[in-house]
């Protein structure tokens, strides 16, 4: 598992391991828009990417039906 080895390590370290073996689609877009800024701004515009992306796939129940 990457994650103990990484855990304190720079973005800039994290970012070359995930490149390497990632074959996540979704994380590889993060590598790819995140670029070497990793700050609360890009980690909070990503969860908010990630909340319309599942309000898209699980849309909420319609309540009149």
Do not use: F, Y
């Not at 304190?8 to 994380?27: G, P, Q, V, Y």
């Not at 990630?50 to 796939?57: F, H, I, S």
């Amino acid at each position: 598992s990457m994650n103990p080895a990484l855990s304190n390590a720079a973005w800039a370290d994290k970012r070359m391991a995930l490149h390497e073996h990632s074959n996540l689609l979704i994380t590889r877009r993060l590598l790819d828009e995140a670029g070497s800024n990793w700050s609360e701004d890009t980690i909070r515009d990503r969860g908010q990417k990630l909340a319309k992306m599942v309000c898209q796939v699980w849309p909420r129940p319609d309540p009149g039906a």
